[in-house]
């Protein structure tokens, strides 16, 4: 995880230390404490987590319940972790420190963790007074509405529940990208496309998005598929998608029937399957690079990212942060056979449609923004999937058919999304500040292309647009090889020429490059 071991003088501490101790599975978190055995303080930064080491006199104490304060004080809340470790703890002895200090802000926060964890109560009386304490830190991460537990007068704040939640850090990053407003910015592109082309815009970009999305899976769709995705891109402002049943109708109108899951996640298929995602292999190299939850888990899982996906909707963090958690945890969860990728990014449009940050009845073609830095979009993939495959145990046979030897389904209920979140801001950005303007500009002069040309000459409509596309291909004039193709051979060079300067007109080619060609 580190390229080097932290300094030979120093202790773990708080989650560190607890995973030493426990030797448990879970994630790494984003913060990692060790204690020098001297007063020097420091902190470095590798692959977006935090390292720091802190003097002497912060050691918390010898004792595993230290730790755990400790953890939740300096490092904020590692759902993972603490899932694994406290079902582990002795109850005897952990009431025996809750009790001692029963209104204190961490004691009331492990007393709740636990018992939500064990589903067992500890031999604690409930709390009658005193204020609730949030189980997260609204400052330190992105939180929904409260649900209180009076027991122990905590309030649990986060973007899901302990089945399955989204963990988002309120970083410089985000707010400074929420700031920009993009959603502004693109309403004023829309606000400026002419009326007599406004539908014809849509039309380009609802199609430009399917190609792309396609394109990313390294597949062509057929007319029927990608008219259905089209369709439903189209629909994605006015339906519920965040429903299983939605979800299944979509999964099958954009699938070869032959995969479809007709009866639900891929639980349902007999035998059920365990899908994986690999890359080029050697000889005697498996080459996966992630391995989605198991069938048997997937129902439960699913179950706890529509709640969860619910209140984030809901919840007042930006709606790319959201759209980042909901599309992204969809994709790690695989709950289908097939369409997994395209859904994934069919759901960024929904989220950021029914949260009102696209004029409506728009799309963005982020997807194309994706297609274009397929390395960006794999690392935002890569900031799960990296930590997660030295977690899991697997096999495979002779037939290619894989299977994990143990129950994986904690490491798919806590992810923390932040970097993914300031990924798609990026793609976003780009899109809405590049693409969507050069996308505007070119139909625009398209349109005013076909103006031209035809006072020039009528062409038929399939004729005069390859026209225009081989001259945009050429450096805005056509090639002799196309001269003799497709019925272009048909015109004289004085038309050729003098719809070439139309064309050139339209889409305002400066001087040089038409001297370049």
């Not at 406290?86 to 703890?89: I, M, V, Y």
């Given at each position: 995880m580190?390229?080097?071991?932290p300094?030979?003088?120093?202790r ?5 230390r607890?995973l030493?101790?426990f030797q448990?599975?879970?994630?790494p978190h984003d ?8 007063h020097?303080?420091?902190?470095q ?7 720091r080491?802190?003097?002497?006199p912060?050691w918390p ?12 004080r300096?490092e ?7 899932r694994?470790v406290?079902?582990?703890?002795d109850?005897v ?10 209104t204190?802000a ?5 007393w709740?963790?636990?018992?939500s964890?064990?589903g067992t ?8 007074m ?7 830190d609204p ?5 929904s ?5 009076a027991r ?12 399955f ?7 410089t990053?985000?707010?400074?990208a929420?700031?920009q407003?993009f ?9 400026e496309v002419?009326p007599?082309i ?5 039309d380009?970009?609802y199609?430009?998005?399917t ?12 007319q ?6 089209v369709?439903?891109?189209q629909?994605?402002n ?9 979800l299944?109708?979509l ?5 070869d029937?032959?995969?479809a ?7 349902t298929?007999?035998?059920p399957?365990?899908?994986?995602l690999?890359?080029?292999?050697a ?5 996966i ?13 699913m179950?706890?990212?529509l709640r969860?996906?619910?209140l ?5 963090a930006p709606?790319v942060?959201v ?7 969809f ?7 097939d ?8 759901l ?8 009102g940050?696209?004029?409506?009845g728009?799309?963005?073609p982020?997807s ?7 390395c960006?979009?794999?690392?935002s993939?890569?900031?799960f ?5 030295p977690?899991?145990e ?6 290619r058919r894989l299977r994990?030897l143990h ?16 990924a798609?801001?990026?793609?976003v950005?780009?899109t ?10 070119f139909?625009r002069g ?14 038929p409509?399939p004729l ?5 596309q ?11 090889a196309?001269?003799?193709?497709g019925?272009?051979e048909?015109l ?16 305002r080619?400066s ?5 370049e060609?």
């Open positions: 580190y390229p080097q071991p300094p030979s003088n120093t773990p501490a708080g989650y560190s607890l030493e101790e448990v599975r879970a994630l913060i990692e404490v060790y204690v020098a055995n001297t020097s303080r420091s902190q930064v590798v692959d977006g987590r935090t390292r080491i802190v003097p002497a912060q104490g010898d004792d595993t319940y230290s730790h755990l304060k400790f953890a939740l300096y904020g809340l590692h759902l993972g972790i603490l694994a406290l079902p582990r703890l109850p002895e952990l009431a025996a420190q809750i009790r001692a200090e029963p204190g961490y004691a009331r926060r492990i709740f963790l636990t018992e964890f064990t109560p500890l031999d604690l009386p409930d709390l009658t005193g204020n609730y304490t949030p189980l997260a400052e330190a991460v992105y939180t509405t409260i649900r209180r537990s122990h007068r905590v309030a649990m704040n986060l973007l899901g529940d302990l089945d939640c989204f963990l988002l850090r309120r970083t990053e985000l707010a400074h929420d700031a407003r959603d502004i910015t693109c309403e004023k592109l829309m606000q002419p007599e406004f539908q014809r815009t849509l380009y970009l199609s430009k998005e190609r792309s999305s396609f394109a990313i899976e390294h597949e062509t769709p057929d029927k598929r990608a008219a259905n995705f369709r439903l891109l629909q994605s006015s339906q519920d998608y965040l429903q299983r049943d939605a299944v109708t999964q099958n109108a954009i699938v029937s032959r995969f899951n007709t009866g639900g996640w891929r639980d298929v007999q035998p399957e365990q899908n994986f690999a890359g080029a292999r000889p005697n190299f498996e080459g690079h992630f391995i989605p939850p198991r069938p048997q888990e997937i129902n439960a899982l179950t706890g990212w969860a996906s619910r984030a909707l809901e919840s007042e709606p942060v759209a980042a958690a909901i599309a992204w945890a994709v790690f969860l695989h709950p289908f056979t369409g997994n990728g395209r859904i994934h990014r069919f960024i449009h929904h989220v950021l449609a029914r949260r940050f696209a004029p409506r728009l799309v963005f982020v194309a923004s994706m297609l274009e830095d397929h960006a979009y794999d690392t993939l890569e900031t999937s990296k930590p997660l495959l977690l899991l697997w096999q495979m046979d002779d037939n994990v129950d994986s389904s904690d490491l798919y209920r806590f992810i923390d999304y932040t970097a993914i979140a300031t798609l801001y990026q793609f950005q780009r809405v500040e590049r693409d969507l303007p050069q996308e505007l500009t139909l398209y349109d005013n292309a076909r103006s031209a040309m035809h006072d020039i000459l009528e062409l409509d005069a647009d390859r026209f225009i081989f001259c945009k291909q050429n450096g805005w004039r056509l090639s002799i196309k001269r003799n193709t019925g272009l048909k004289t060079d004085s038309e050729i020429a003098a719809l070439e300067a139309a064309v050139r007109k339209a889409f080619v001087e040089s490059v038409e001297g060609h």
